[in-house]
């Protein structure tokens, strides 16, 4: 048995296709093949089910596989500590961000980052949390920036900022002649959410149990939706409905677009953590992505302490 081998099951387990996963290790698919055949007779057990279009990993695959990415991780670690006189800082981070943070932080997190650490240009991933989730653990992604809750097995998280959120409604909406709107209040209007499998959708939901009551009554047939944060900003300007957004999605020159409003008492808010495998070996890297974070100076949150 070889990492080599352990690699390869890893990629046909992840690709569920021969062809694609050498391609992705860089090799021909007999070579796979047969370097996997040969661990499963090693094994007395397959690995893969081969008899579908679809090669499918077998309950006992499974297990393997789930323990062949572990190994791999440590193998990582020890690759790591070999080199660790290296600066932790030169080379690339590959840093995964949930689509309703990345826009609004990226620009200014690059900025910040270029003084404190110049040689690590970042590999960038927006995805859903739990595509994020998933490729960190695979260790195709050093860290990423997602919105709590978030609790995973094996993975280590560290506040960042927390950023509350505010009320956006069309032009000469009654609303703009609030200083603040209720949750009783917002529950009573046609509310604008992101679509269901995005976090900051239950984020709102989550902050606003009238809210949360009402779209379960009405059904998500029932509820307008939008695919981003950019989306819905415009079909609240257009006249549609009225949304909730956090603090980093606004501007100053959106009075042009919409008003916004802040809510009445506590407002809502939500918490962006940095998350990280809990035997990642760089940490002066991680510190350079929190540092640069805070150095990004976005307007509207609250950084977290050291």
């Not at 579908?52 to 062949?68: F, K, L, M």
């Not at 270029?114 to 690590?120: F, K, L, V």
């Not at 097995?153 to 032009?171: A, C, D, H, M």
């Not at 269901?196 to 939901?205: A, H, P, S, T």
Request: hydrophobic share 45%.
């Amino acid at each position: 048995m070889t990492l080599t081998e352990l690699r390869y099951i890893v990629a046909v387990a992840q690709e569920k296709h021969f062809g694609r996963a050498a391609q992705r290790c860089n090799v021909s698919q007999p070579t796979l093949s047969i370097a996997i055949k040969k661990l499963e007779e090693e094994l007395s057990v397959p690995l893969f089910d081969r008899s579908s279009n679809e090669v499918i990993t077998t309950e006992a695959g499974e297990r393997i596989v789930a323990q062949a990415r572990r190994v791999l991780d440590e193998a990582d670690v020890i690759r790591r500590l070999a080199s660790q006189e290296q600066n932790e800082l030169d080379g690339t981070f590959k840093l995964g961000l949930i689509f309703t943070v990345a826009p609004y932080l990226l620009p200014k997190l690059i900025l910040s980052l270029r003084d404190i650490a110049p040689n690590m240009p970042l590999v960038l991933e927006e995805n859903y949390t739990h595509m994020l989730t998933e490729a960190l653990k695979r260790g195709e992604l050093d860290a990423i920036v997602v919105a709590e809750p978030f609790q995973e097995t094996g993975i280590v998280t560290e506040q960042l900022y927390s950023e509350p959120f505010f009320v956006i409604v069309p032009k000469d909406h009654p609303f703009e002649e609030l200083d603040a709107v209720t949750q009783h209040e917002l529950a009573q209007e046609q509310v604008l959410l992101l679509t269901e499998g995005n976090c900051m959708r239950d984020n709102v939901l989550d902050n606003c149990n009238e809210l949360a009551a009402k779209q379960k009554i009405n059904g998500l047939a029932n509820t307008l939706q939008g695919s981003s944060i950019n989306t819905i900003r415009h079909m609240v300007a257009s006249g549609l409905a009225i949304s909730v957004l956090p603090a980093t999605a606004l501007t100053e020159n959106d009075h042009m677009l919409f008003s916004i409003i802040p809510f009445a008492g506590e407002a809502p808010s939500r918490r962006v953590v940095l998350a990280y495998r809990r035997n990642f070996v760089r940490p002066k890297a991680l510190a350079a992505i929190r540092s640069a974070v805070i150095g990004s100076q976005l307007a509207g949150v609250t950084f977290a302490t050291a």
